[in-house]
């Protein structure tokens, strides 16, 4: 069974602009860009409460 994991962060002034994946990808570096952007196209990403996309 897959264990659900919950993450929070903030983006820091210097990634402000930068894609969505690319900001998470330095946020959680324990997770692969591949697999965050896996969890961006399963819509399982909010940004301030709203789904992200960018």
Do not use: C, H
Request: aromatic share 6%; charged share 25%.
């Amino acid at each position: 069974m897959a264990q659900r994991v919950q993450l929070t962060a903030t983006v820091t002034e210097n990634q402000l602009g930068q894609r969505l994946d690319q900001a998470l990808a330095e946020l959680f570096p324990d997770y692969s860009r591949s697999r965050i952007k896996e969890w961006i196209l399963d819509q399982r990403v909010l940004v301030n409460g709203t789904i992200g996309d960018k």
